[in-house]
């Protein structure tokens, strides 16, 4: 148990990994709750009404069930105000978004649903004169998203002030917002996190451990990684404000409300450093621009110091921005932090200098210096309330010219290569019916519908780009609305060489590469010459998922199992450190999503021993070693929860290996297992300086051994997803043996950014290395990377599934 006192509901057992409570799914009862109660003077409720103290109160985080509660009210109290439940979350907590404006407006939602659908669609509009007909009768639609980062506590404050000021003020800026916008407030992306971490936080409260980090994940499977899938669509929660708000609403803006760490700026707005992703039009960007400015020099002249434009993030992944290709501006804005609830001081020499700034020193961009002090969550959720208001105020009062860019993009988009800067633009993808895997085909298929891509079938045999396509074959045809984002998805990245003033590459945001049919293993071909003879009819329906079946591991009628494949399912365990690692639940959502049989193994349990009695393999998920050995530090966690791995650990692993259990270790975590269970491989890019090697996310080519088990039922192109990982080379060639290795000529690059390729070449990639009487499968790359990389999903099936009886160490190779 926890060696602070707890109450019972967020008790944390030892070596256990989610907050009791976190599990429940908090109230059944819709949006509305008890309307009569809570209310201000018998009208419209405060938010400190309903919760009990003011948004910003240190030391005060309120539960899901209140946010739901008070929006709820705010519903039955105000004609201003429709609240509805979208869907259920991951952990089955409602999952709201409450919609604002004149009460007019919230009477005749489907006529301005109708309005945006044919603003976002060129080829809806007939005859002189629609557009403009339609912007006139318009409203301006903006999307407010918060706590999607539930630990980013202010996020979850905000949304509530924010609706009550729209709900309630009567000046003529309030009543101008109301008249010309539509508001959709989605309170948090992430409510199971909203209870995650404030059942964490309460209970740490006037502990020694008040404002740590929360020791698990605050989405069940992707953690911080839940703003990564606004393309491949793989949670609930994406998919929920996908297709009930993105796709339904089209909204011109969504602030996307954020924090970052508490040492920089005060407020980061746009415009975005470089580089831009190349499919977002250059008109969406100059809104983008225009309007982070604006907002900006409004919150400094109403006295906000430390806002600071053009610095820290860029806008190169879709994985972060759907709208960019939907015809809206993403405003993110990110607030500097606290201690989650509990206030922090800060001395101005503490703040730091970070990427296009220095939070000490004025500049161009960061014309107004916060000079330290104390910051609490009231200023965070004062800079994020205002930040949130004047988009919207700013947007409103530009109504019609808003409108009308949105509309232009939507005709641009249908101009397809007629329009400006796309000349060069394939014609159309062409997907082939048959391919490797068709469940990957259909995963890749689904994605661009959901995104809004139409998708044709060839009702005949077709010749495009000197192939001769077979009847049945996928389209996606240019001069669509979204054809920029499947473009965006389906073609190889090329990141810009980007350089400090020292020649060190500039770290991107996030990751460089998002090529889908390199990650799926679908054949997508890009065709060039225009398809004006393709016998393809409309778009069809949305496909059905097929089954994801992991060979010999699935629980399922032992899918697959027969003479080369054994029906002893393995007992497979995923360690999960207490400093907790977004690709470990990735690991646990894709063994799910395949019905693979798993436990979970904490630090406490390895570090027990005997863990041959309970598992055959252990899946190590990529992590930094030094997290893996040390795990949380014991002067901010309690006893239960701190240490890793240490000594013990590795010294049960080993002898759990020795006799005749299977780790499997991803990626970074490969580093650990070589030093602490002492296997005679080195690692080629330990200590190289990023100068000389550097591939931030990047696709990179692979050669396989195609007769080793592990690899036997690898159908897709062979590529890794390489992310920081290591590179091997076998110090004893007769205990490793390569599986798949980096090309030993040419550039190992497929896809993203990659310097210094030469040295990996002919390097290990992933092998396999005998020790006693069991193995130690070492992973260089991500082979599950944020539940995307299904063409090296096989790989993974095969190292778990594999036995130390089923291959035999032989010398390493440099592949094939």
Same mark, same amino acid.
């Given at each position: 148990?926890?060696d ?6 967020t ?17 059944g ?14 009208g ?63 009477a ?66 309030a ?24 059942d ?11 404002g740590?980090?929360v ?19 793989t ?30 700026s005060?407020?980061?707005?746009? #415009?975005?450093? *470089?580089? &831009?992703? +190349?499919?977002?039009?250059?008109? /969406?960007? @100059?809104? $983008?621009?225009?309007l982070?400015? =604006? ?28 709208q ?39 500049? #161009?961009?960061? *014309?107004? &210096?916060? +000079?330290?002090?104390?910051?609490? /969550?009231? @200023?965070? $959720?004062?800079?994020?309330?205002? =930040? ?6 700013t ?33 159309a993808?062409?997907i ?28 005949a ?45 500039t ?79 990735w ?106 090697f ?26 890794a ?23 030993s ?62 291959s ?9």
């Open positions: 148990m926890l602070v006192a707890l109450p019972r509901r008790l944390l057992a030892a070596g256990c990994t989610v907050l009791a409570a976190c599990a429940t799914a908090g109230p009862a819709g949006t509305r709750g008890e309307a009569g109660r809570a209310t201000s003077d018998g419209v409720p405060t938010p400190a009404a309903v919760l009990g103290f003011e948004p910003g109160t240190d030391r005060r985080l309120p539960t899901w069930s209140q946010v739901v509660d008070y929006f709820g009210r705010l519903d039955a109290a105000s004609p201003r105000v429709t609240v509805r439940t979208l869907g259920r979350t991951t952990m089955g907590r409602p999952f709201i978004a409450a919609f604002v404006g004149d009460s007019a407006t919230l005749d939602l489907p006529r301005h649903a109708e309005i945006q659908r044919r603003l976002a669609d060129a080829r809806l509009r007939r005859g002189p004169g629609a557009r403009d007909s339609l912007v006139a009768g318009g409203k301006v639609v903006v999307l407010v998203t918060s706590s999607i980062h539930s630990d980013e506590v202010g996020g979850i404050l905000a949304p509530l002030v924010l609706a009550h000021r729209l709900a309630t003020a009567e000046d003529e800026e009543r101008r917002v109301r008249a010309n916008a539509i508001t959709i407030l989605v309170p948090s992306l992430n409510p199971d996190g909203v209870d995650i971490v404030g964490w936080y309460r209970a740490t409260v006037g502990t020694p451990h008040e740590a980090d020791p698990v994940l605050y989405h069940k499977y992707t953690g911080h990684d839940n703003n990564r899938d606004w393309y491949a669509f949670q609930v929660e994406t998919r929920l404000t996908v297709d009930s708000l993105h796709n339904v609403w089209h909204p011109q803006v969504v602030n996307d409300i954020h924090q970052q760490g508490a040492y920089g005060r407020l980061f707005l746009p #415009p975005y450093l *470089p580089p &831009v992703e +190349p499919n977002v039009d250059p008109l /969406l960007t @100059d809104g $983008v621009d225009s982070g400015r =604006a907002v900006a020099r409004r919150l400094r002249a109403e006295g906000k110091a430390g806002v600071v434009t053009d610095a820290i993030y860029d806008a190169w992944t879709p994985a972060r921005a759907y960019h290709y939907h015809g809206g501006a993403r405003i993110l804005t990110e607030t500097a932090s606290a201690r989650l609830a509990t206030p922090v001081l800060l001395t101005r020499d503490s703040l730091r200098a970070g990427r296009g700034y220095d939070a000490r020193r004025a500049s #161009p961009n960061f *014309p107004a &210096v916060w +000079p330290g002090g104390r910051w609490a /969550l009231a @200023d965070i $959720v004062r800079y994020q309330t205002d =930040a949130a208001w004047a988009i919207v105020a947007v409103a009062a530009e109504r019609a010219a808003w409108l009308d860019r949105f509309a232009r993009i939507g005709e641009r988009a249908v101009a397809g290569r007629a329009a400006p800067g796309r000349a060069d633009w394939p014609a993808f062409v082939p019916e048959r391919q490797p895997d068709r469940a990957s085909l259909h995963e890749l298929l689904r994605i661009l519908q959901r995104g809004g891509v139409e998708v044709r079938r060839a009702a045999a077709f010749a495009a780009g000197g192939t001769r396509h077979e009847a049945g074959s996928y389209v996606v045809l240019e001069g669509q609305p979204y054809f920029a984002f499947a473009k965006a998805l389906l073609e190889r990245q090329r990141y810009p060489d980007l350089r400090d003033s020292t020649g060190a590459p770290r991107p945001y996030d990751v460089t590469a998002h090529t889908l049919p390199l990650l799926l293993g679908v054949e997508v071909q890009a065709v060039r010459e225009p398809l004006a003879a393709v016998p393809a009819g409309e778009p069809i329906a949305m496909v059905n998922a097929l089954p994801a079946v992991a060979r010999g591991l699935s629980a399922s009628a032992a899918a697959g199992c027969g003479d080369t494949v054994r029906c002893d399912v393995p007992r497979v365990a995923v360690y999960r450190s207490h400093a907790p690692t977004e690709d470990e639940g690991t646990r959502w894709v063994l799910e999503r395949h019905a693979v049989p798993y436990a979970s193994v904490t630090d406490r349990e390895v570090r027990g021993g005997g863990l041959g009695g309970r598992y055959d393999v252990i899946v190590i998920p990529d992590h930094a070693p030094a997290r893996i050995a040390e795990g949380l530090p014991r002067d901010e966690f309690p006893d239960s929860l701190a240490g890793g791995l240490g000594t013990a650990g590795a010294a049960a692993l080993r002898a759990f290996v020795d006799s005749g259990g299977t780790v499997v270790a991803l990626n970074r975590a490969s580093r650990w297992a070589i030093e602490a269970l002492r296997l005679p491989v080195r690692d080629v890019l330990g200590g190289v300086p990023n100068r000389e550097y591939a931030p996310g990047s696709i990179l080519a692979l050669t396989v051994d195609r007769t080793h088990p592990i690899a036997r039922d690898l159908v897709a192109r062979p590529i997803w390489f992310e920081g990982g290591p590179a091997f080379e076998a110090t004893d060639p007769s205990r490793v043996r390569v599986v798949a290795a980096y090309p000529d040419g550039d190992p690059l497929l896809s993203g950014w990659l310097l210094g390729g030469d040295r990996i070449r002919g390097a290990g990639a992933l092998v396999e290395v005998a020790r006693g009487r069991g193995r130690v499968v070492l992973f260089g790359f991500r082979p599950q990377y944020r539940g995307q990389s299904a063409a090296t999903y096989p790989l993974l099936w095969g190292a778990v599934r594999n036995r130390p009886a089923d035999s160490p032989s010398p390493a190779t440099t592949g094939n």
